[in-house]
């Protein structure tokens, strides 16, 4: 798919849908609750999550979706083998491991996938499963993980996985275990609530990284019900895109403790931002002070999720801003395509470094789902000739209805199917001049 984008100050409201990364640990929870039905609301329609159903699929579940409700049914969940095809689509899909080793103290998972952002190891959630006392063999295709795990155990993290926290948490459910380093991001933080609700002993010391899970004595559970928390990326993404093209737009349905990292960083640069209960109204400015050193790391610090966004709005700022990813150094294909359209944009020594750039319309490609979003941006601030965003259906991956919403806070773009059809509709309705240098 191709997006032409074109110079736009956006200007509406804009509702947030629920959380691409909050689903994973709640069908994670369902399955290793034991549920036969489990029910999530709010789920947003993306293509992670549909492949994420079709896993479940594989695994012998059954699945309905009435309207942003989907009822997974549980009852003939079975320890197939899921294809590796499908699980390597998606990362969220690595919590299966967890959630079956809660459910039948085994598992086999091939390796997951995800966005192309620099090396995603799991040594962490095998690390977690030998802790607990499991058997786990692995080779380049597959993990299996089997044996009874200790009544009673202790996992310590050597770096904050946010997955594979879920995971640890997902296979202890039928232990006492104190789970040490933990992530502590939101969607963490939900599968404790989603756990909680259904009578499992469970508690976060936010002071110490520290979980402690005590299964030993839980009920089983027939059927649960979960509601997503809205997407903070997504949340994050309209206040950045906001900020950037000037533009002015009330965003519902946000958690704003959330993204209170982002909201400062934008404050701190000069964008207006007003919290009004779950909504956060965003005014753009003309000109931003840059940011000396944004650091990027585990929750409650800037997310990386962002990190591509907020690089293209720095261009705006009037003086030299640097951002250092600490969670994902190598996702930086945003940078090729953001020079291709002038902007004076770098990596030194493993900090991306932004100089003052009046950005030009170019032909650009996406290579992940948040590049994408960040090369949007690019493309509604860019001056002088139109932007041509190859692989745009990479943004269905995460943003739910995303051209539908940009269109209705007037963002110009128009998204096309294949390369002819855009050559077509340029010839016919735009005055498309290839930017020559
Ligand atoms: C989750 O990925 C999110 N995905 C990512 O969102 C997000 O970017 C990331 O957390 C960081 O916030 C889902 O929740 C499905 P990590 P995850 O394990 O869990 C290293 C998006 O765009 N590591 O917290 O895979 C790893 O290499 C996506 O929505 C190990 O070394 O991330 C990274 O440097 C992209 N060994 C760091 O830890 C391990 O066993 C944090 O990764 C696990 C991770």
Same mark, same amino acid.
């Given at each position: 798919?191709?997006?032409?984008?074109? =110079?736009?100050? %956006?200007?509406?409201? /804009?509702?947030?849908?629920?959380?691409k990364n909050?689903f994973f640990p709640a069908v994670g929870a369902g399955i290793a609750l034991g549920a036969e039905k489990i029910?999530i609301?709010?789920t947003?329609?993306i293509k992670d999550v549909f492949v994420m159903l079709e896993l479940l699929r594989e695994l012998g579940c059954e699945y309905k979706i009435?309207? $942003?409700?989907i009822i997974i049914n549980t009852e003939k969940i079975k320890l197939n083998n899921v294809s590796p095809e499908n699980f390597g689509k998606i990362r969220g899909s690595v919590v299966i491991f967890g959630a079956l080793l809660g459910r039948f103290e085994k598992a086999k998972i091939p390796m997951p996938g995800g966005c192309k952002?620099? @090396?995603r190891p799991i040594d962490q959630h095998i690390?977690a499963a030998?802790? #607990?006392?499991y058997r786990v063999e692995e080779n380049e295709e597959y993990v299996e993980a089997y044996g009874?795990p200790?009544?009673?155990?202790?996992?310590?993290?050597?770096?904050?996985?946010v997955t594979g926290?879920e995971n640890a948490i997902l296979m202890?459910i039928?232990?006492?275990?104190?789970?040490?380093?933990?992530?502590?991001?939101?969607? /963490?933080?939900?599968l404790?609530?989603?756990?909680?609700?259904?009578?499992?002993? &469970?508690?976060?010391?936010?002071?110490?990284? @520290? &979980?402690?899970?005590?299964?030993?004595?839980?009920?089983?559970?027939?059927? /649960?019900? +979960?509601?997503?928390?809205?997407?903070?990326?997504?949340?994050?993404?309209?206040?950045?895109? *906001?900020?950037? $093209?000037?533009?002015?737009?009330?965003?519902?349905? %946000?958690?704003?403790?959330?993204?209170?990292?982002?909201?400062?960083?934008?404050?701190?640069?000069?964008? !207006?931002? =007003?919290?009004?209960?779950? =909504?956060?109204?965003?005014?753009?400015?003309? @000109?931003?002070?840059? %940011?000396?050193?944004?650091? /990027?790391?585990?929750?409650?610090? +800037?997310?990386?999720?962002?990190?591509?966004?907020?690089?293209?709005?720095?261009?705006?700022?009037?003086?030299?801003?640097?951002?250092?990813?600490?969670? +994902?150094?190598?996702?930086?294909?945003?940078?090729?395509?953001?020079?291709?359209?002038?902007?004076?944009?770098?990596?030194?020594?493993?900090?991306?470094?932004?100089?003052?750039?009046?950005?030009?319309?170019?032909?650009?490609? *996406?290579?992940?789902?948040?590049?994408?979003?960040?090369?949007?941006?690019?493309?509604?601030?860019?001056?002088?000739?139109?932007?041509?965003? @190859?692989?745009?259906? #990479?943004?269905?991956r995460g943003?739910?209805? +995303?051209?539908?919403?940009?269109?209705?806070?007037?963002?110009?773009?128009? %998204?096309?199917?294949?390369?002819?059809? =855009?050559?077509?509709?340029? !010839?016919?309705?735009?005055?498309?001049?290839?930017?020559? $240098?």
């Amino acid at each position: 798919m191709i997006a032409i984008l074109e =110079k736009s100050i %956006v200007e509406g409201e /804009v509702n947030v849908s629920g959380s691409k990364n909050a689903f994973f640990p709640a069908v994670g929870a369902g399955i290793a609750l034991g549920a036969e039905k489990i029910v999530i609301k709010n789920t947003p329609k993306i293509k992670d999550v549909f492949v994420m159903l079709e896993l479940l699929r594989e695994l012998g579940c059954e699945y309905k979706i009435q309207n $942003t409700e989907i009822i997974i049914n549980t009852e003939k969940i079975k320890l197939n083998n899921v294809s590796p095809e499908n699980f390597g689509k998606i990362r969220g899909s690595v919590v299966i491991f967890g959630a079956l080793l809660g459910r039948f103290e085994k598992a086999k998972i091939p390796m997951p996938g995800g966005c192309k952002i620099g @090396k995603r190891p799991i040594d962490q959630h095998i690390k977690a499963a030998n802790s #607990l006392g499991y058997r786990v063999e692995e080779n380049e295709e597959y993990v299996e993980a089997y044996g009874a795990p200790k009544k009673e155990g202790k996992i310590k993290f050597d770096i904050k996985t946010v997955t594979g926290t879920e995971n640890a948490i997902l296979m202890s459910i039928n232990s006492k275990v104190e789970i040490e380093n933990v992530a502590i991001e939101p969607e /963490v933080q939900e599968l404790i609530n989603y756990l909680k609700k259904y009578g499992v002993d &469970i508690r976060l010391e936010l002071k110490e990284d @520290k &979980i402690l899970i005590d299964g030993t004595k839980r009920e089983k559970i027939k059927e /649960v019900e +979960f509601e997503l928390i809205p997407d903070r990326i997504e949340a994050g993404t309209w206040l950045i895109l *906001a900020a950037a $093209t000037e533009g002015k737009i009330k965003i519902k349905n %946000v958690i704003a403790e959330h993204i209170k990292a982002v909201v400062d960083v934008l404050k701190e640069c000069g964008a !207006k931002i =007003k919290i009004l209960g779950n =909504k956060i109204e965003v005014e753009g400015n003309k @000109k931003y002070k840059p %940011v000396d050193l944004l650091i /990027v790391a585990s929750y409650p610090a +800037f997310p990386t999720d962002l990190q591509p966004q907020i690089s293209v709005m720095l261009l705006k700022a009037e003086g030299k801003s640097r951002i250092k990813d600490n969670i +994902f150094p190598e996702r930086i294909s945003h940078i090729r395509e953001l020079k291709k359209m002038g902007a004076d944009i770098l990596v030194e020594n493993g900090e991306i470094i932004i100089n003052p750039s009046k950005i030009h319309g170019a032909e650009i490609e *996406a290579k992940d789902l948040r590049s994408t979003a960040a090369l949007v941006i690019a493309g509604l601030v860019a001056e002088k000739n139109q932007t041509i965003l @190859k692989n745009f259906e #990479l943004i269905e991956r995460g943003y739910e209805n +995303f051209v539908k919403k940009l269109k209705n806070v007037n963002a110009k773009i128009e %998204v096309f199917e294949d390369e002819i059809r =855009k050559e077509e509709i340029i !010839k016919g309705i735009s005055n498309y001049v290839p930017y020559s $240098t």
